[in-house]
């Protein structure tokens, strides 16, 4: 099926694409930590009921024919949750470690990234006009999630960084992604896809950092309440980029995108 849209439903690139990405990851975190390990239903069961919630999600998604911030951000959120139990799944149940779950998701990764390359011929999300290059972009989006978390409890656990110092050190390198795409002539699509894939470890050990028990390096904040804030802010993040839709469909100019810088990813 290679249905052609009228344009792409994926948001514009701009510094508010990447603070409500960070929230939804940091959201996927919490929410899959809260069902699996708060609620005590586990990995396994965990990873079925989100890959349907997920599933269902996508499906919505797919269906319509112009972009939608809440189904765009609720689907981010549901491949967050699911990734988060799936690599808990992997790494913890099936019991492969972070770093031999990683290198496999590491492959995942580049495997998708090269078939949609030679399928498509760009990995510009701009160019996500069709079907079947926006089921390649949400089965890329479910693997990059996945290795995120894997790579946040890697970089927290088996490093001896701990959630917080593992938390700056991400940070930092999203920090240096930041100034190659201002200061260099680096790709901007290879740069936006290292930024996409560093913004769910960083999700993952800063929610772990705030959830996780003080015993073992976190600041105990029950995860029912972290999941509870980060999805009203979340959802206060979507009305925001709805309203922005709206006037731009209308041609009358919000009041919040005004000097908002967009990022070249073509």
Not at 108 to 125: C, D, K, M
């Amino acid at each position: 099926m290679s249905t052609q849209l009228s344009q792409t439903k994926i948001p514009e690139i701009t510094l508010f694409f990447w603070i409500t990405k960070i929230t939804a990851t940091t959201l996927g975190e919490t929410g899959g930590d809260l069902l699996a390990q708060t609620m005590k239903i586990g990995y396994a069961v965990s990873t079925i009921i989100l890959l349907g919630i997920m599933l269902a999600t996508l499906v919505a998604q797919l269906r319509v024919r112009k972009f939608s911030p809440a189904l765009y951000w609720t689907v981010i959120a549901t491949t967050s949750m699911a990734g988060t139990t799936i690599s808990d799944y992997m790494d913890r149940t099936l019991k492969w470690g972070y770093y031999k779950g990683s290198v496999v998701l590491v492959a995942l990764l580049v495997s998708a990234l090269l078939f949609w390359r030679a399928r498509f011929g760009s990995l510009s999300i701009a160019r996500v006009t069709r079907f079947s290059m926006e089921l390649m972009f949400w089965t890329t989006v479910l693997i990059a999630n996945t290795l995120g978390t894997a790579l946040g409890d890697w970089m927290s656990d088996n490093t001896g960084l701990g959630f917080g110092r593992a938390t700056l050190v991400i940070t930092a390198l999203i920090g240096v992604v930041a100034y190659l795409h201002y200061r260099t002539s680096v790709n901007k699509v290879v740069l936006f896809w290292a930024g996409f894939v560093l913004i769910q470890p960083f999700g993952a050990t800063a929610g772990d950092f705030w959830t996780k028990k003080q015993s073992i390096g976190g600041n105990g904040f029950p995860t029912y309440y972290a999941s509870a804030v980060l999805l009203a802010i979340l959802i206060i993040f979507v009305l925001m980029s709805s309203s922005d839709t709206v006037a731009a469909e209308t041609g009358v100019p919000s009041d919040f995108e005004d000097g908002v810088m967009a990022f070249d990813v073509a």
